[in-house]
């Protein structure tokens, strides 16, 4: 038995018919949000991380129909048109991407730390407890701090 849900994705509404057990991240890709990368399945590396109503969710834990109502951010609403996102930007100024394939949960990861954070003092050891839920097996992370620092500075 499936069931009818809606929820804004990036603004927009978004109504699918799922299976009760159908994870987010399922739900994301087949409607064509693929910057959603599916990583280990389990919650354990945060390449699925998307923001639901501004918090950070591993989408592959998270059940779609628990998006009911709710607002849904994924990176492709991150960018307007061809101007990134404040993150986004910072990502690219201190060279913190490499492979890329984790980059889209990280960047939300830092995206709701970044709004969350903003305009209070935070070391880097805060950032880095504030992503340790997202794997990246390339960049070693100290470029990942790096830009999320220069998002708190600005």
């Not at 509404?13 to 159908?22: F, I, K, M, Y």
């Not at 280990?40 to 989408?59: F, H, I, K, M, R």
């Not at 048109?81 to 991407?97: F, T, W």
Request: net charge neutral; hydrophobic share 35%; with cysteine.
């Amino acid at each position: 038995m499936n069931v009818e849900i809606t929820f804004t994705v990036n603004g927009q509404t978004l109504s699918a018919r799922v299976h009760p057990g159908t994870s987010l991240l399922d739900l994301l890709r087949d409607q064509g949000f693929t910057g959603t990368k599916q990583g280990c399945g389990v919650g354990e590396c945060g390449a699925c991380t998307v923001l639901v109503n501004q918090l950070p969710v591993d989408s592959c834990l998270f059940l779609a129909v628990w998006a009911q109502g709710k607002a849904v951010r994924t990176i492709e609403g991150e960018a307007l048109g061809n101007v990134l996102s404040p993150v986004q930007e910072a990502y690219l100024d201190a060279g913190a991407v490499q492979c890329g394939f984790c980059t889209p949960g990280l960047i939300m990861n830092s995206t709701a730390f970044v709004e969350k954070h903003q305009g209070q003092t935070v070391s880097r050891e805060d950032i880095r407890r504030g992503h340790a839920g997202n794997l990246c097996r390339c960049t070693g992370y100290t470029t990942i701090v790096d830009a999320v620092e220069r998002c708190l500075k600005k």
